[in-house]
């Protein structure tokens, strides 16, 4: 299905000890370039690096490979359960281990590149081969310095390998590093050897298409608007594109070679290699999974209403406005509270009482049509709210092996309190379980598969991760070409976008939808960036970029996990000036004397 993932299967078990026997900061011998099947198991090495091999860990610090929900756990769209160290009130030292991980992640990739880099000449390839592999090792140079670089901002360069004891290089600026980047990406776009695009023969491979993609990420960083813009029109022109179909269904197996995707981390079952993207998203009801990372409510709350105007709770909950945020709670509850003669309902209505007071509840609760009431204020939203997260009141068919019901279980809901989750043979249309069940989250529905026998277990997913995806690309067009005040092409993209969600155009003028200047057009592409990428690791790094981040995930100084209905409950994100850009670790400072401490973090 997946050629990577074949060479990977193979390379790891046949020539693992020449892979991974070397810490991140040394390089092998050479051994792995004598041979056209060594070769071609050392470019899989590469690849390697990217993936999670113990599924088991799902914290950020702990994870191996890419740190993909680490990251989006920091963006604005995810709220993470547990802790997340690097926004707390007093931030962490400069040893922290998230900080050391990451750094070892991306050297780990480039001493790999080097390697091959450095030693595919010995390996009797043909010209087009060895070409494409040398272009795949530059690529993925690129692909790990960039990374490096949108956290640290500047870092050591290393272009060839090097030993533990040569690893003394001062860090270079970040705009050497991205000068590295481009350098690299460039060389494949001018090989021949590079084809235009990788949905076919050697399919995700890195690509010239993928090569502009990138490329034109960085100089979005660098805010080089035309040539950013340049290199995302070639995207296209080497035969990448939107997805056509139905929004929510790109997110499938099934699809996942489609046009749209220019550079995905690949995943195979059937050779092992699988995320464990389900046990972080789902729920108890869904593959006994964990909900690990979930729809933070402040981004829900900024989905817009389908006819383009800003959703207001008071709108459809009058009297919101007039209630503290623990209060708010009245129009979450469950219908029959008041009225049902079962215990466990009383004892739920009791507690509602206590939390929000009798004088609340008499005014606000509806025993029968709270939850009608509720599940209106949803319905009635830009339609990628329901495809992406799932709302209380929603029936969902769910699955989980673990769970003695029988399976399916059809037409489950969110309900609060969770009081009914069903016994054996009697769940359907039961309380959807929630793994978190201290207070009311949000779940996601994206990549949150509940169908029996989408998956084997909670991890063993092999749904493809997009890396780089034309959405992406697109987006980036408009937002460059906005910002080159050439605003009718990027409001014609936006619109393409919108289209296949099936919102409204936006337009000249007045009224719901209208955009009349830069200003207004740029929160616009914004907004269909944060709601395109939920749970693709892009939002942190998109709201670092534009300079949101403060307002969006910290929501102008502190934020935190918090209920549906807004109260907080947990761990609080506390905005720093400094905090955008990560420390050179401390660790690292002790191996060499040349790097030099970031500013406002502790050694």
Same mark, same amino acid.
């Given at each position: 299905?997946?050629?990577?993932?074949?060479?990977?299967?193979?390379?790891?078990?046949?020539?693992?000890?020449?892979?991974?026997?070397? *810490?991140?900061?040394?390089?092998?011998?050479?051994?792995?370039? /004598?041979?056209?099947?060594?070769?071609?198991?050392?470019?899989?090495?590469?690849?390697?690096?990217?993936?999670?091999?113990?599924?088991?860990?799902?914290?950020?610090?702990? /994870?191996?490979?890419?740190?993909?929900?680490?990251?989006?756990?920091?963006?604005?769209?995810?709220?993470? #359960?547990?802790?997340?160290?690097?926004?707390?009130?007093?931030?962490?030292?400069?040893?922290?281990?998230?900080?050391?991980?990451?750094?070892?992640?991306?050297?780990?990739?480039?001493?790999?590149?080097?390697?091959?880099?450095? &030693?595919?000449?010995?390996?009797?390839?043909?010209?087009?081969?060895?070409?494409?592999?040398?272009?795949?090792?530059?690529?993925?140079?690129?692909?790990?310095?960039?990374?490096? &670089?949108?956290?640290?901002? =500047?870092?050591?360069?290393?272009?060839?390998?090097?030993? +533990?004891?040569?690893?003394? !290089?001062?860090?270079?600026?970040?705009?050497?590093?991205?000068?590295? $980047?481009?350098?690299?990406?460039? %060389?494949?776009?001018? $090989?021949?050897?590079?084809?235009?695009?990788?949905?076919?023969?050697? #399919?995700?491979?890195?690509?010239?298409?993928?090569?502009?993609?990138?490329?034109?990420?960085?100089?979005?960083?660098?805010?080089?608007?035309?040539?950013?813009?340049?290199?995302?029109?070639?995207?296209?022109?080497?035969?990448?594109?939107?997805?056509? =179909?139905?929004?929510?269904?790109?997110? @499938?197996?099934?699809?996942?070679?489609?046009?749209?995707?220019?550079? *995905?981390?690949?995943?195979?079952?059937?050779?092992?290699?699988?995320?464990?993207?389900?046990?972080?998203?789902?729920?108890?009801?869904?593959?006994? +999974?964990?909900?690990?990372?979930?729809? &933070?409510?402040?981004?829900?709350?900024?989905?817009?209403?389908?006819?383009?105007?800003?959703?207001?709770?008071?709108? %459809?909950?009058?009297?919101?406005?007039?209630?503290?945020?623990?209060?708010?709670?009245?129009?979450?509850?469950?219908?029959?509270?008041?009225?049902?003669?079962?215990?466990? #309902?009383?004892?739920?209505?009791?507690?509602?009482?206590?939390?929000?007071?009798?004088?609340?509840?008499?005014?606000?609760?509806?025993?029968?049509?709270?939850?009608?009431?509720?599940?209106?204020?949803?319905?009635?939203?830009?339609?990628?709210?329901?495809?992406?997260?799932?709302?209380?009141?929603?029936?969902?068919?769910?699955?989980?092996?673990?769970?003695?019901?029988?399976?399916?279980?059809?037409?489950?809901?969110? !309900?609060?309190?969770?009081?009914?989750?069903?016994?054996?043979?009697? $769940?359907?249309?039961?309380?959807?379980? %929630?793994?978190?069940?201290?207070?009311?989250? #949000?779940?996601?529905?994206?990549?949150?598969?509940?169908? @029996?026998?989408?998956?084997?277990? !909670?991890?063993?997913? %092999?749904?493809?991760?997009?890396?780089?995806?034309? /959405?992406?690309?697109?987006?980036?067009?408009?937002? +460059?070409?906005?910002?080159?005040?050439?605003?009718?092409?990027?409001?014609?993209?936006?619109?393409?976008?919108?289209?296949?969600?099936?919102?409204?155009?936006?337009?000249?003028?007045?009224?719901?939808?209208?955009? &009349?200047?830069?200003?207004?057009?740029?929160? @616009?592409?914004?907004?269909?960036?944060?709601?395109?990428?939920?749970?693709?690791?892009?939002?942190?790094?998109?709201?670092?970029?534009?300079?949101?981040?403060?307002?969006?995930? $910290?929501?102008?100084?502190?934020? =935190?996990?918090?209920?549906?209905? =807004?109260?907080?409950?947990?761990?609080?994100?506390?905005?720093?000036?400094?905090?955008?850009?990560?420390?050179?670790?401390?660790?690292?400072?002790?191996?060499?004397?040349?790097?030099? *401490?970031?500013?406002?973090?502790?050694?």
């Amino acid at each position: 299905m997946k050629n990577i993932i074949t060479a990977l299967f193979c390379c790891l078990s046949l020539a693992a000890c020449s892979l991974d026997k070397y *810490p991140y900061d040394e390089v092998s011998s050479g051994v792995m370039w /004598t041979s056209e099947s060594l070769a071609d198991k050392g470019i899989a090495g590469i690849y390697s690096v990217l993936y999670n091999n113990d599924l088991e860990k799902t914290k950020p610090a702990e /994870t191996t490979g890419l740190n993909w929900n680490g990251i989006e756990a920091l963006g604005f769209n995810t709220a993470y #359960y547990n802790s997340v160290t690097i926004l707390s009130s007093t931030a962490p030292s400069a040893g922290f281990n998230w900080f050391t991980r990451e750094w070892q992640f991306g050297y780990e990739g480039i001493h790999r590149c080097n390697d091959a880099l450095a &030693n595919l000449q010995k390996a009797g390839l043909s010209d087009e081969k060895y070409n494409r592999y040398m272009c795949e090792a530059r690529f993925m140079r690129a692909f790990f310095y960039h990374r490096l &670089n949108m956290l640290f901002r =500047g870092v050591p360069i290393y272009k060839a390998p090097i030993t +533990a004891d040569e690893a003394t !290089r001062e860090a270079s600026t970040a705009e050497q590093v991205w000068a590295l $980047c481009i350098e690299d990406l460039t %060389h494949n776009i001018e $090989c021949e050897y590079c084809p235009d695009n990788t949905l076919t023969a050697n #399919y995700g491979r890195p690509s010239k298409g993928a090569a502009y993609a990138l490329r034109g990420q960085i100089y979005m960083w660098l805010k080089q608007w035309d040539l950013a813009i340049a290199d995302f029109e070639k995207v296209a022109e080497c035969g990448y594109g939107l997805w056509n =179909g139905e929004w929510e269904d790109f997110f @499938k197996y099934e699809n996942e070679k489609d046009k749209e995707m220019i550079f *995905p981390l690949q995943f195979d079952e059937t050779s092992g290699y699988s995320s464990n993207i389900q046990n972080i998203i789902g729920a108890r009801d869904h593959y006994d +999974a964990w909900s690990e990372l979930m729809p &933070n409510p402040d981004f829900v709350d900024s989905y817009y209403n389908a006819d383009g105007s800003a959703f207001d709770w008071n709108d %459809h909950l009058p009297g919101w406005k007039n209630l503290t945020e623990v209060q708010r709670e009245v129009f979450f509850l469950r219908d029959g509270l008041k009225s049902s003669d079962k215990d466990e #309902y009383k004892t739920a209505y009791s507690g509602a009482v206590t939390r929000i007071g009798a004088t609340v509840m008499d005014t606000y609760y509806l025993d029968n049509g709270n939850e009608e009431r509720l599940m209106k204020a949803y319905q009635s939203r830009d339609p990628r709210l329901l495809k992406t997260v799932i709302t209380p009141y929603t029936p969902i068919d769910c699955y989980s092996p673990y769970h003695n019901s029988g399976n399916p279980m059809l037409g489950k809901q969110l !309900r609060w309190p969770f009081i009914e989750r069903g016994t054996d043979g009697d $769940c359907d249309g039961k309380d959807m379980w %929630h793994d978190k069940r201290n207070s009311f989250y #949000y779940l996601y529905r994206k990549y949150n598969e509940t169908e @029996k026998g989408r998956y084997i277990d !909670r991890r063993r997913c %092999h749904c493809d991760f997009p890396l780089i995806r034309y /959405t992406d690309v697109y987006l980036s067009l408009a937002e +460059a070409l906005n910002e080159k005040d050439r605003f009718d092409e990027a409001l014609a993209i936006v619109n393409e976008i919108r289209a296949r969600a099936g919102m409204i155009a936006l337009e000249k003028g007045e009224g719901k939808n209208a955009v &009349n200047t830069r200003w207004d057009l740029r929160k @616009k592409i914004q907004y269909e960036k944060r709601v395109e990428f939920p749970l693709e690791g892009v939002n942190y790094f998109d709201e670092i970029r534009w300079g949101t981040y403060k307002d969006t995930k $910290c929501q102008g100084g502190t934020s =935190g996990l918090k209920s549906m209905w =807004g109260n907080f409950v947990g761990h609080r994100w506390h905005w720093k000036e400094y905090m955008t850009i990560w420390p050179v670790p401390l660790v690292e400072t002790q191996r060499n004397p040349n790097l030099t *401490p970031t500013e406002g973090w502790t050694y």
